[in-house]
């Protein structure tokens, strides 16, 4: 046991850089990186955590209306598990199987199960930065209102340290599974494709649950009137949050105890099942994944020609970003994830309304102002999808320690800057496509919006990438051992998006202003075009510029 657990700790170490952010402390080395790290996630973590507070006691105060103000639990433990599920299949396959740490571990005389554990355990850990956004402001919109006493703040802490494990299992399972029966070869594109899909149908389960309960007056009031009538309405296709949600409601009675029971039960037999198929399926995936399938083709002439043709300096850096993404399917996940779920998360809801709502709606968007603020809402969804789009923020972390690749060979540090900043913006451009055939299909728009709303968007998220591409030059992540630490566990990545948050809200004041006054729709698209574009344009040519200094100063 002491060697799983000295297993544990040391992927703990190894995942989260404890240990190099501990050697920094004492060194005092990139304090003012540190300060500006705390204040983005304190600032972060504020905001997220005022949208979500008040949701949550909207929730509260209208369940209480009905006798079931707990309802806030059943939604949020349904919705972080979903998440959880969702991005655990990139945090499992990251950490299980494309971990540098691997050939280090493989050979030495451990048990598949404890090396496995120990991966697993980080991913749950790194599943409850997840949970605690969503779940902090239940708990405490619910004890704002209801109360709280010893067996109610026990019963949330078990059932907050035992909500990721179902989903991480269910996760695992789904990676064990397909890494044994898939080779290297198809792993890439099974693992995009697989987690496309996967988004997909959690989507449309979440659509699905909310027709569930339809426009019948008397099946809503029969369960407005029953107790726990909407929690179990809403859990219905997932017990383990009503069991969780009558757990922490009903703490410290026989029924919360047996809830309880229930709920850590079918997490302790998920663990059990899971660590006996872990024995079984770790070793054989991973070292399929080891194995190259070699090709026997003879190239004709003109094949040969095509694939070694000249191209310019420029297109070459082009393409190798290109490469450098998709060669990594969580690197490649990553970048246009939020273009495909934005698109799908806003038809899916105006579809469930049903016809007569949705032509109202439809009708009003096609008149002024509604036209107008349809087309600023639009060009704001393009620019919150680019925000959280981090191809540029972690473009130089991604080449990890095969930076010194780009250091060396005899290019210019401002046309590798330039490659990077051209392969992110098409890379957006991308992440629109959707996001426009939606709001052509719903609303229909005139030319003149359609065409508002993209370039809007794209200018918008100018300043962001740019900024994002100096922030990962200036501090990039290269000593990574597994891909999941370069993308989703950096930080280079948050800070753009805090500045893009910002943008939206003094966007979205100045649009209020300037429709309040009856500024006509043309002048207030060309003012947002003007007041993005030149910072953008700066912002890019000062990132530019500042290129051959930063690449000079980085070490490997």
């Known amino acids: ?79 972080v598990q979903l998440m959880l599920l969702i991005l655990g299949i990139f945090l499992v396959i990251s950490s299980f199987y494309f971990s540098d740490d691997l050939s280090i571990l493989v050979p030495m005389p451990l048990k598949p199960s404890y090396i496995f554990a120990g991966k697993l355990v980080t991913v749950i850990i790194s599943e409850y930065l997840t949970a605690i956004f969503i779940f902090l402001p239940a708990i405490i919109s619910y004890t704002r209102y209801v109360g709280a006493n010893l067996w109610y703040i026990l019963t949330l802490i078990i059932v907050f340290l035992t909500m990721p494990i179902l989903p991480v299992v269910i996760s695992s399972l789904l990676a064990l599974g397909l890494m044994k029966v898939i080779n290297r070869r198809h792993r890439d594109l099974l693992m995009v494709i697989g987690s496309i899909l996967l988004v997909f149908i959690s989507l449309g389960f979440s659509m699905f649950m909310q027709t569930q309960v339809g426009d019948d007056p008397g099946a809503l009031a029969e369960l407005l009137s029953r107790r726990y009538g909407l929690v179990e309405s809403i859990g219905q296709r997932f017990p383990p949050s009503i069991w969780a949600t009558k757990a922490i409601a009903r703490a410290g009675t026989g029924e919360g105890w047996l809830h309880l029971g229930l709920f850590l039960a079918v997490s302790v037999v998920a663990v059990l099942v899971l660590s006996s198929i872990a024995e079984r399926l770790f070793y054989a995936g991973l070292i399929g994944g080891s194995e190259v399938i070699r090709k026997r083709r003879q190239l004709s002439q003109s ?39 934005m698109p799908v998360a806003l038809v899916m809801p105006l579809l469930v309304q049903g016809g007569d709502q949705l032509s109202e709606l439809l009708a009003l968007v096609q008149t002024e102002p509604g036209s107008t603020i349809c087309t600023l809402i639009v060009a704001a969804i393009i620019l919150f999808t680019s925000s959280v789009n981090t191809i540029a923020s972690t473009s130089v972390s ?147 510029g500042a290129a051959r200094r930063l690449y000079h100063e980085l070490d490997i």
């Open 303 to 341: 094949e040969w020609e095509a694939k070694t043709q000249q191209k310019s300096v420029f297109s070459a850096l082009f393409w190798r970003e290109w490469r450098l993404l998709l060669r990594t399917p969580v690197f490649a996940l990553n970048g246009f994830l939020g273009a495909l779920i």
């Open 398 to 544: 991604r080449e990890g320690r095969l930076f010194y690749i780009s250091k060396m060979i005899p290019v210019h540090a401002e046309t590798q800057a330039r490659a990077k900043l051209t392969h992110a913006f098409v890379g957006i451009i991308i992440g629109v496509i959707p996001i426009s055939i939606a709001y052509v299909w719903l609303v229909r728009p005139n030319f003149l919006d359609f065409v508002a709303a993209i370039l809007i968007g794209l200018t918008g998220s100018l300043l962001g990438m740019a900024f994002g591409l100096y922030i990962d030059m200036r501090w990039p992540r290269l000593h990574w051992t597994n891909p999941q630490q370069a993308v989703k566990q950096n930080f280079n990545a948050v800070i753009p998006m805090l500045l893009e948050f910002a943008v939206l809200l003094a966007s979205g004041y100045l649009a209020y202003r300037l429709i309040a006054a009856e500024v006509p729709a043309y002048l207030i698209y060309a003012a947002f075009l003007g007041l993005y574009t030149i910072p953008g344009v700066i912002v890019l040519q000062f990132t530019v």
């Open 1 to 79: 046991m002491s060697i799983l657990y000295k297993l544990i700790i040391l992927n703990i170490k190894n995942t989260f850089g404890l240990s190099v952010l501990r050697d920094q402390i004492r060194r005092r080395e990139k304090v003012g990186r540190s300060l500006l790290m705390v204040v983005a996630i304190i600032i972060s973590i504020a905001s997220f955590a005022f949208i979500f507070a008040n949701f949550a006691d909207a929730l509260v105060i209208t369940g209480s209306q009905f006798g079931q103000p707990e309802i806030v639990f059943t939604l949020a433990i349904t919705v």
